[in-house]
């Protein structure tokens, strides 16, 4: 015979929560990582533990072990990361600068960039989704096209390979140091100026040289 009501309480939600966050996360790293059935069956087993009938009458232990699980994922996640420059000044309005993704996981995963902008009238383009091998470090070169913007502070931010972004931003300033046309003018003509200064004085100069010999020699002035 059922019974009408179960006799055992009812999971907490304040556990299941937790849990729930744990399960997100998991499924994220599924898809950044290209081989994931071994990933996604250890924190299968994990967040399964954790929603087990043993803990309906232990509530703060069973709290305590979904906040675990959950800590846990997002520590494995953590581990991959995004390294941008202090700052970056481009000769020109156009560009390129550093980005670097870091693997501190034991297995590869594969990651694109996404770069915002705090300027609307400047879209960078991402970066496509790559490789990273277990415990190492690459680095993507972005490529910018200023425009007419002097500045802007970038953010880049990880994305899976179908575009949701995930993990902190790296927050970096683009400077452009782009010339206008008047103030190379303004150098052109400063450059041509010291240049007659200098073939005036070496011309006076030469003058002063050749005239030395007749002072010397005390000419008659009747010669």
Known sequence: AVPRRPEAPRSDAE?????DEAATITELIGRITPDSTDIEAEHAIDIAQVLGVRWREMRAEGRA??????DRAERDLARIGIEGPDAVTLSSSEGSFPVTLTND???PVRVGVQIGSSNPSLSVPDAEAVEVAAGERQTLTVAADM???SSATLSARMVTPDGEAFGDAAVFNVRSSRVGAALWVAIGLAAAFVVLALVRRFRGLARRDTSRPMEQMGADPDD
């Open 105 to 107: 996981t034991d297995h």
């Open 147 to 149: 425009g007419q913007q």
């Open 65 to 70: 072990a979904a906040q675990a699980a959950a």
């Open 15 to 19: 556990q299941i929560e937790p849990a």
